[in-house]
């Protein structure tokens, strides 16, 4: 079972720069979330979807977009990279109270 | 609306020694609560879960955790501390509120001493 699948593993972009962190999952989860995490910080919400064509802002959404266009998939865009989203992020899919199931991460840096 | 106090940023112990972290959480529904874990250089794995068919929840690892309503608390405990146990340690809380979304706590770094 392939459960959560993030790509990719890590990524260098320069500032201004954008790009597409990919989320899927194949455990017909309706709710799918993305984290960024920060030495100190915890995990963050960033964006979550709780179906297919919903999407809502968590805590940290500036500089992000998400679309839900089917079950599986859940990319995170990245509009105009800058210093300050240099981060570990992490996808995670879940059915309703159930734990989550967390991809491996995408370690990103902004120069 | 959903938050989580994990107090203590770091924590130390001895090899042998108890180890307890601690976890207050606020929510206006009925939670459910999860404790992660985080290995060096690793994703997140869970611990173990509450979701109200039992106030004292056992995990993996020799791990367990209470859930106090009346002092909106899971603590997470463990007897004796393994130096493999050192690790970054999350509390989480969702509800039906939250959209089940899970809110994480800043986390706490369990140092184990030989």
């Known amino acids: 079972n392939a459960g959560v699948t993030q790509t990719p593993k890590f990524q260098v972009l320069k500032t201004g720069q954008s790009m597409t962190l990919q989320c899927a999952q194949d455990?017909?989860?309706?709710?799918m979330s993305w984290y960024r995490q920060d030495p100190g910080m915890g995990l963050r919400l960033i964006h979550y979807?709780?179906?297919?064509?919903?999407?809502d802002q968590g805590e940290v959404p500036n500089g992000y977009n998400v679309s839900r266009s089917t079950t599986e998939d859940f990319p995170l865009r990245l509009l105009s990279a800058a210093p300050s989203q240099t981060s570990v992020y992490f996808c995670?899919?879940?059915?309703?109270?159930?734990?989550?199931?967390f991809g491996n991460g995408t370690r990103l840096t902004v120069t | 609306a959903q938050s989580v106090t994990q107090l203590g940023s770091h924590v130390s112990v001895s090899e042998g020694a108890l180890v307890l972290l601690r976890c207050n959480y606020s929510?206006?529904?009925?939670?459910?609560l999860f404790w992660y874990v985080q290995y060096p250089n690793q994703g997140l794995q869970l611990l173990l879960k509450?979701?109200?068919?039992?106030?004292l929840v056992k995990g993996i690892n020799g791990f367990e955790a209470e859930f106090k309503k009346s002092e909106t608390s899971f603590h997470l405990t463990k007897p004796s501390a393994h130096m493999s146990d050192a690790a970054e340690y999350f509390c989480?809380?969702?509800?039906?509120?939250?959209?089940?979304?899970?809110?994480f706590g800043r986390g706490t770094s369990l140092i184990v001493h030989p």
């Open positions: 989480a809380v969702s509800s039906s509120g939250g959209s089940y979304i899970p809110t």
């Open positions: 995670a899919s879940s059915s309703d109270s159930s734990p989550l199931h």
């Open positions: 979807s709780v179906g297919a064509g919903i999407t």
């Open positions: 455990m017909n989860h309706e709710y």
């Open positions: 929510s206006s529904v009925p939670p459910y």
């Open positions: 509450y979701t109200s068919a039992a106030t």
